[in-house]
């Protein structure tokens, strides 16, 4: 069965920072791509930021571009955001998201995660 | 970056009749080498994550009730719930890969029963 728990949300304030993870089981971790996605209260659904399989290439939202950053431990089945510079707007539920196939690149997810809530204020 | 435009916002639809979800893209998501359009549905049902319905515009996922039927091709796309049933009460988003690295999701359409 496939799971992906994600952790690591929380409460912070403008300006700081926060590290999500993302652990998983029931499939080859490594063969895929991964993707966090976000959705702020009430909203509907913002793609975050995505990394191949082997963590050789990373993609970014133009949003949160130079200040988050994904990686992966494929030796350890999980997948992090680490998050800077943290904003209001960045308050949301944050999803991980397995990509359906390709390892080579991000495209559409077939198994996401509960999600963490995020939430910046002072 | 492509915009997925999704109507309307909400429907309201009596038990057993159709629902029907429009979604259009700025720009073509067909890519013509393989005739395959680059694009999902998902349901998105109160305090879940979202599901796959459907990919390459009409796909259905394997698991997927056979009253949800995908077409559309090129700008414009459309679910249809061919006779609504009280479980499928959900936001349902549209999601472009043509563009991939760069996703984009259209805004939902928030399905509720009349």
């Known amino acids: 069965e496939v799971q992906l728990l994600e952790s690591g949300g929380g409460l912070v304030q403008p300006g700081g920072s926060l590290r999500l993870s993302c652990v998983v089981s029931?499939?080859?971790?490594?063969?895929?791509?991964m993707s966090w996605v976000r959705q702020a209260p009430g909203k509907g659904l913002e793609w975050v930021s995505g990394?191949?399989?082997?963590?050789?290439?990373?993609y970014y939202a133009d949003s949160v571009q130079g200040r988050f950053t994904i990686s992966r431990d494929n030796s350890k089945n999980t997948l992090y955001l680490q998050m800077d510079s943290l904003r209001a707007e960045d308050t949301a539920v944050y999803f991980c998201?397995?990509?359906?196939?390709?390892?080579?690149?991000?495209?559409?997810?077939?198994?996401w995660g509960q999600g963490t809530l995020v939430t910046v204020s002072s | 970056d492509i915009v997925l435009t999704q109507s309307p916002d909400s429907l309201a639809v009596s038990l057993g009749e159709r629902a029907t979800i429009n979604c259009k893209s700025s720009?073509?998501?067909?890519?013509?080498?393989?005739?395959?359009?680059?694009l999902t549905w998902y349901q998105q049902k109160p305090g879940q994550p979202p599901k796959l319905l459907f990919y390459?515009?009409?796909t259905r996922e394997s698991g997927v009730p056979d009253r949800f039927v995908a077409s559309g091709s090129g700008t414009d796309f459309t679910l249809t719930i061919t006779s609504l049933q009280a479980e499928d009460v959900a936001v349902y988003y549209c999601?472009?890969?043509?563009?991939?690295?760069?996703?984009?999701f259209g805004g939902g359409t928030k399905v509720e029963i009349k």
């Open positions: 998201a397995k990509d359906f196939a390709d390892p080579t690149s991000v495209a559409f997810f077939d198994y």
């Open positions: 029931g499939f080859r971790f490594r063969s895929y791509a």
């Open positions: 990394i191949t399989g082997s963590g050789g290439g990373t």
């Open positions: 720009q073509s998501v067909l890519y013509s080498p393989n005739s395959k359009n680059y």
């Open positions: 390459w515009a009409s």
């Open positions: 999601q472009q890969y043509f563009s991939t690295p760069l996703l984009t």
